[in-house]
């Protein structure tokens, strides 16, 4: 409860006792007032002020004779007998009732006795009653009526109520306010020490957290001041209490005392969510700008600070296969072995998606940033075992170095990212600090983002072919459709450089479609004896529509199936293995051949061949190029020979460009090569006519004149 509902409470007591039709007031069992209306005052005739909370029945008598009332008496006379009055009335269970004509009006007097408590005493105003016994049945059903809303608003307030006079002793204290505290019965009786009270919350547990003397103190400042006061008082016990301490002119004060222990909790947990990534539990972009401002105040300083931007590789992959829950799954663990790598005061976060940002510092040197970020990669780099998945994730790193990088928490973050995306252009799983330049290879990656939606609407978009070299036959075999992409600002871009962009924003999907359409239809017009391969995305391998555009670039281009060669990584099964197997066995019950490109580069390429029977493996050129200098690589390319020779797979040896490497490969039994020494990527045009030129000439001569 507030402060402000604190005295909503208080107010309404008062409004309950100035709303009674009839004087009332409270004595104490020593037969001091202790609570009064205006009403009774006006009964008297007493001017404000005349009587007070606190003062004794004689010098209420004396007030009384002063103000002109009960002429003849003398205070001493009044006095007792008043006094004689509330001593009859203490021997009676029933209240005793009294008549009298006061200041010309007739006045009925009630006295009550409240065991413990002292007098209940009522003035009423009876003088144009016309049937004195209806008027008093009347009267005194109104004044018991009143008196139980009177208790019953004090005992069922929302909060703890208590009354304290100016000898710190309990004048009276409701059921919520002895439930709180779990007063036993004889500490909620009238007249109880404050002391008392206060000792038994501290023996029950209830002790401050800044410990009881700093508690007493505070309390007594508060009392001294005579104002009125909020408090707000943690419990070692967790609890958490407001006190709204409201003081009377007696020298009392009254108190209502509020459990906001849930609230308080309620509104931490809403601060922290505020600034938290609900899913991982890190600091999220609000509070990690807060720390950033914070650290411009440390890099003024002097310190030397330093920002780190990253994201996870591949992480669209994983989604889009193994479904959000198992990508939330691995979020959380890359957020659990972050909060591990660094250091307790370095602030990281999650920004969204797969984003994550970390402020590292105070810093030595910029090496203690390369430590972190290499700390970084080699945990989240490891295997995650993540709902029954093998899951293999990395992560590049850009990091910017205050105050040499910048100094404002814009420049840095901008610098840092700026180096996170050379991370990523440079093979990704590593980590680059921000250099000068580096804005504009931002904008040369921005300007092939745009520049890729743009590009099949403008044609700009091309396949190239390569011919494929049966060993046994001499003959082309198979054309492997290339994508070129001839920008109308940048030239030509290498994919090398757009493809990797293009999986990252998902245009791979589309842009796939269209390489396999055009493929198929200019693979319908060559002879029937010669394949198309075509090279699919793991981004696109995982497409739910795969199967369905396989089905329909065959049927709008009329051609075979068994004439279409899909090529694809190992990388396709390194996340849902189930799913990938399913899509490899429908295509291959199509009639459409599966070969495995770049073989031998990836983690478990064995593996794989054991779970699906390829069509063909293709040696990746990086063990061809070195045939003749390194006897390693031509070990590997006879045992890859074996293999497929074994599991009943051709062979493609990639990137054959000398004589000395085709008489390697041809010796161990290799069934086809590709590369310059035969062709280099032809045109649509130039791909027809090589067919119909060198289809039936012996490999020796086409040799000769390709090259």
């Known amino acids: 409860m507030t402060a402000s509902r604190g005295m909503t409470n208080a107010t309404a007591v008062d409004a309950a006792l100035e709303a009674m039709p009839y004087g009332l007031c409270i004595w104490s069992e020593d037969l001091r007032l202790e609570l009064f209306n205006s009403r009774y005052a006006w009964t008297f005739g007493l001017p404000t002020g005349a009587i007070v909370a606190g003062m004794s029945l004689y010098e209420c008598c004396d007030a009384v004779i002063e103000a002109g009332n009960f002429f003849g008496f003398t205070v001493d006379e009044l006095y007792q007998a008043m006094l004689a009055r509330f001593e009859r009335q203490r021997q009676r269970e029933l209240p005793t009732q009294y008549e009298q004509n006061l200041r010309d009006r007739d006045i009925r007097t009630t006295y009550s006795n409240r065991p413990g408590i002292g007098w209940l005493v009522t003035h009423e105003d009876i003088t144009d009653a016309s049937d004195h016994l209806t008027a008093l049945s009347q009267r005194e059903a109104e004044i018991a009526r009143q008196a139980m809303r009177f208790e019953a608003a004090v005992d069922n307030m929302a909060h703890g109520l208590c009354m304290i006079d100016a000898e710190h002793r ?16 004889e500490l909620q009786r009238p007249g109880t020490l404050l002391t008392d009270i206060l ?25 001294t001041e005579g104002k009125r006061a909020v408090d707000i008082c943690e419990f070692e016990n967790g609890q958490i209490i407001s006190v709204v301490h409201q003081p009377m002119p007696d020298g009392g004060w009254v ?11 309620s509104e931490a947990r809403i601060h922290h969510l505020a600034r938290h990534d609900a899913l991982t539990d890190l600091p999220n972009r609000t509070l990690f700008n807060e720390e950033m401002a914070m650290g411009e105040s440390r890099i003024r300083r002097g310190e030397m600070m330093a920002v780190l931007c990253f994201d996870l590789d591949h992480f669209k992959i994983i989604n889009d296969t193994l479904g959000h829950a198992v990508g939330d799954a691995v979020l959380i663990e890359v957020a659990a072995r ?21 402020l590292a510092g105070p810093l030595k040197s910029p090496t203690d940033a390369a430590a972190l970020a290499e700390r970084l990669i080699a945990a989240i780099s490891q295997p995650m075992e993540i709902e029954g998945h093998r899951v293999i994730i990395g992560t590049s790193i850009g990091i910017a170095v205050a105050p040499h990088d910048g100094e404002s928490s814009e420049t840095l973050l901008k610098n840092a990212d700026l180096a996170l995306y050379r991370a990523k252009g440079d093979g990704r799983g590593n980590y680059r600090f921000f250099e000068k330049g580096m804005d504009a290879a931002m904008q040369h990656r921005r300007t092939i983002e745009s520049g890729l939606r743009l590009g099949l609407t403008r044609d700009e978009f091309s396949l190239v072919y390569q011919p494929l070299m049966d060993l046994d036959s001499s003959r082309v075999s198979c054309m492997e459709a290339l994508l070129r992409w001839e920008h109308s600002e940048l030239g030509v871009v290498s994919p090398v450089e757009f493809i990797p962009v293009a999986e990252e924003i998902g245009f791979i999907v589309p ?31 995982k497409s739910h529509r795969l199967i369905e555009v396989v089905r329909r670039a065959l049927d709008d281009a009329g051609l075979s199936a068994d004439r279409l060669e899909l090529e694809i990584t190992e990388s396709v099964m390194l996340t849902d293995h189930d799913q990938a197997l399913d ?41 061809i190029e070195d045939v003749g200098s390194q006897d390693a690589n031509l070990e590997i390319i006879k045992a890859v020979i074996a293999l497929g020779k074994s599991l009943g797979m051709s062979t493609t040896a990639e990137g054959v460009e000398t004589e000395a490497q085709l008489d390697a490969v041809r010796a161990h039994g290799c069934t086809e090569v590709q590369g310059f020494l035969f062709s280099r990527p032809l045109s649509e045009t130039d791909a027809a006519d090589l067919l119909s030129r060198l289809a039936p000439l012996p490999v020796a001569q086409t040799t000769r004149k390709a090259s």
């Open 255 to 265: 108190e209502t005392h509020q459990d906001i222990t849930e609230q308080r909790r």
């Open 170 to 185: 309990l004048v009276i204290c409701n059921a919520n306010y002895a439930s709180l505290y779990d007063l036993p019965p």
């Open 583 to 623: 899509t490899l066995h429908t295509l291959r019950a199509m009639g459409i051949r599966i070969s495995m490109d770049d073989f031998g580069t990836g983690y478990s390429s064995l593996s794989y061949l054991r779970a699906f029977p390829f069509d063909k493996i293709k040696i990746d050129r990086s063990f």
């Open 338 to 358: 972050i909060n591990h790598a660094k250091r307790d005061h370095e602030c990281a976060a999650r920004l969204g998606g797969d984003e994550f940002a970390l």
């Open 511 to 541: 842009l796939g479609e269209w390489v396999l359409r055009e493929a198929c239809r200019a693979a319908a017009a060559w002879p029937s004896d010669i394949r198309i391969a075509v090279n699919l995305s793991p981004v696109q391998f």
């Open 199 to 223: 000792d038994h919350r501290f023996d029950a547990g209830m002790r401050p957290v800044d410990g009881p003397m700093a508690f007493l103190h505070r309390r007594v400042q508060t009392i």
